[in-house]
């Protein structure tokens, strides 16, 4: 059984930081790509940020280019996402997905499997 478990969302104020994590379990997460996306209420969930199943290759949604950097370590079975910098507009539930393949992508269709997510507020 596939397990994905967000951990470190939480209350911070304009100009702060978070870093999220992931921890995977049941797949073979080293031959996974991984996501993150996020959703606010009343609002499609959107795609944040991937990371290849060797890390060496990231994609980023313009809003959080140069803010936000995702990165895994394979030998814990987890992905991070470091948001710095962060908005009022960035306040979101955030989930970690896991996606069918080895390619970075940014389609939410591609994701099969999805963490239950983890609350970010920021605060203005």
């Known amino acids: 059984q596939v397990q994905l478990v967000e951990s470190g969302g939480g209350l911070v104020q304009a100009g702060g930081s978070l870093r999220l994590s992931c921890a995977a379990s049941?797949?073979?997460?080293?031959?996974?790509?991984m996501g993150w996306f996020r959703q606010a209420p009343g609002k499609e969930r959107e795609f944040v940020a991937a990371?290849?199943?060797?890390?060496?290759?990231?994609a980023y949604a313009d809003s959080v280019k140069g803010r936000f950097t995702i990165s895994r370590d394979n030998a814990k079975n987890t992905v991070y996402l470091q948001m710095n910098r962060l908005k009022p507009e960035d306040t979101a539930v955030y989930y970690c997905?896991?996606?069918?393949?080895?390619?970075?992508?940014?389609?939410?269709?591609?994701?099969?499997?999805w963490g239950q997510g983890t609350q970010v507020t920021v605060s203005s």
């Open positions: 049941g797949l073979p997460f080293s031959r996974h790509a």
């Open positions: 990371i290849h199943w060797t890390g060496a290759s990231t």
């Open positions: 997905a896991a996606s069918a393949g080895w390619a970075v992508t940014n389609v939410r269709q591609r994701y099969d499997y």
